[in-house]
C-alpha cells in the first residue's frame, strides 16, 4: 500500500543551471547529490515548508531531454507574489504568465530552465 509521496523527477541537460534557479531564484535547500549506480547525477532540493523532494537528474545516456508542453508542472506557494515576481525577474527569471486572481488567492507561471513550468500560488491575496 502507498503511504506517501516521496520526491518528483525531472531530467535535464545542464544539471547546474537548473539546481542554480531551484535553489537562488526559489530559493529551495539542496539536501543531497550523489551519482547513482547506473550513472545518473542527482541533486535532491526541497521547499522550506514542504516534505516532498524534487530530483534533478542528468543521464546522458539516456538520450535527449524532450520536455512536453503543458505536460507537468510544480507549484509552489509563496507569501508575495508581486515581490517574488520582482526578484525573480531581476535574476533573469520573467514570470510567463500572470498574476491572475482565482478568489482569494493569485497565481502566476514561471519558466525553469529547459522547458519546465513552475506555477506560484499566493493564498489569501487581496484581488
Not at 525553469?112 to 489569501?124: C, D, N
Request: aromatic share 8%; charged share 35%; glycine share 8%.
Amino acid at each position: 500500500m502507498i503511504k506517501k509521496l516521496l520526491h518528483t523527477r525531472y531530467r535535464v541537460r545542464d544539471l547546474e543551471k537548473t539546481v542554480s534557479f531551484y535553489k537562488d531564484v526559489l530559493g529551495l535547500k539542496e539536501l543531497r547529490r550523489h551519482t547513482s549506480g547506473r550513472g545518473s547525477q542527482l541533486v535532491f532540493l526541497k521547499a522550506p515548508e514542504g516534505d516532498e523532494e524534487i530530483e534533478i537528474c542528468k543521464f546522458d545516456e539516456s538520450g535527449p531531454v524532450a520536455v512536453g508542453p503543458d505536460l507537468t508542472h510544480l507549484a509552489f506557494e509563496v507569501d508575495d507574489l508581486e515581490k517574488f515576481a520582482r526578484e525573480a525577474a531581476a535574476k533573469g527569471y520573467p514570470l510567463s504568465d500572470g498574476p491572475h486572481s482565482t478568489g482569494s488567492s493569485k497565481i502566476a507561471f514561471i519558466d525553469a530552465p529547459e522547458g519546465y513550468e513552475v506555477e506560484l500560488i499566493e493564498r489569501g491575496a487581496k484581488s
